[in-house]
């Protein structure tokens, strides 16, 4: 095997996301563009971890190759541990697993109900202000193929028809939690979403653990239940993590066994930045934050290695 060398992002959404902006393909001009720029730390391992799809890995690795930037397969997939909410990030997986594809379909499914109920609580609010009712189609016809619709798609079918100006309105107005077309996301429990991802042969892999709750000792103990669960890795790296919460979870990381992972959780170069992340870490996120460029928080060699490694491994199954 050759040598390996350099970084890894193994955290990045594309348009397959809801509020993510970029194609796959433009994602990999992103890294090679960081890679120009910055020859001293470039990143050559990237994973695309979209919300409930993989369909961006189909068809990308060759443009990778081009630009000698590798793709490992990824995913990430919303879930609840009790009350609260887990994102686990998937890695690795066989892509054209049929259960795994069917794990995700259902999941689909679950969103479809979720955006029939939302649509009926929010025509009652628009016809309330004089507006006509918004059908299911106008949002579904938003939604990139292939990805889970959110509320995000929502907000955006409310500007579209000339309802609200911004998604952000939308949101404060009518979607946000609490709001009165707000409803909850039956997610799937946590064992579930690493079920799905293990049995498609992938590594589980713990997100953002920052966000599992604002207490260092809360989060060990959520993090020791997980991993009774059966999840091999954690984000250690993280835009949102200060080198403090780095240090943290590298301990749970060693004291658990667990893999280091990291990347940045890029969702695309927006303007409006504060409300997707607001969107996506669940309302946790009160400061303005800028937007998380590629490569701002990278994996360090070792640990990027280690992941090639069994990436490679795995490739040869
Ligand atoms: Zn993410």
């Not at 907000?155 to 979607?175: H, P, Q």
């Not at 943290?248 to 280091?260: R, Y």
Request: proline share 4%.
């Amino acid at each position: 095997m050759k040598r390996m060398s350099g970084y890894a992002d193994l955290h990045i959404h594309s348009y397959l996301s809801g509020g993510g902006t970029l194609e796959p393909a433009e994602i990999i001009l992103k890294v090679n563009e960081y890679n120009n720029s910055n020859p001293g730390t470039k990143i050559n391992f990237i994973s695309i971890t979209d919300h409930e799809t993989t369909a961006a890995y189909n068809g990308i690795r060759h443009i990778g190759s081009r630009y000698r930037i590798e793709v490992m397969p990824g995913i990430e997939i919303k879930s609840v541990l009790g009350e609260r909410k887990v994102d686990i990030l998937g890695y690795a997986m066989d892509v054209t697993d049929i259960d795994l594809n069917r794990g995700l379909i259902g999941i689909r499914d679950r969103k479809i109900r979720w955006l029939t109920n939302t649509v009926h609580k929010l025509n009652k609010e628009i016809e309330r202000d004089g507006y006509p009712p918004l059908k299911e189609v106008d949002v579904e016809a938003l939604a990139p193929q292939g990805s889970p619709i959110n509320t995000y798609d929502v907000a955006n079918a409310l500007v579209k028809v000339g309802i609200v100006d911004s998604t952000e309105i939308a949101m404060k107005k009518y979607l946000k939690k609490d709001m009165p077309a707000s409803v909850e996301y039956e997610l799937p429990d946590v064992e579930a979403a690493i079920r799905i991802i293990k049995d498609a042969g992938g590594e589980a892999v713990i997100a953002h653990p920052k966000l599992l709750s604002k207490k260092s000792n809360q989060r060990a103990a959520i993090i020791r239940s997980i991993v009774s669960i059966g999840v091999d890795g954690i984000e250690v790296y993280h835009t949102e993590h200060t080198s403090r919460l780095k240090h943290e979870f590298a301990e749970l990381a060693k004291k658990h066994e667990l893999d280091v992972y990291g990347g940045s959780d890029y969702h695309g170069p927006h303007v409006d930045c504060n409300y997707q992340r607001e969107s996506f870490l669940y309302g946790n996120i009160r400061s303005a934050f800028p937007a998380a460029e590629i490569g701002k928080s990278k994996l360090p060699r070792r640990h990027a290695d280690a992941i090639r490694k069994m990436w490679t491994r795995k490739q040869k199954r």
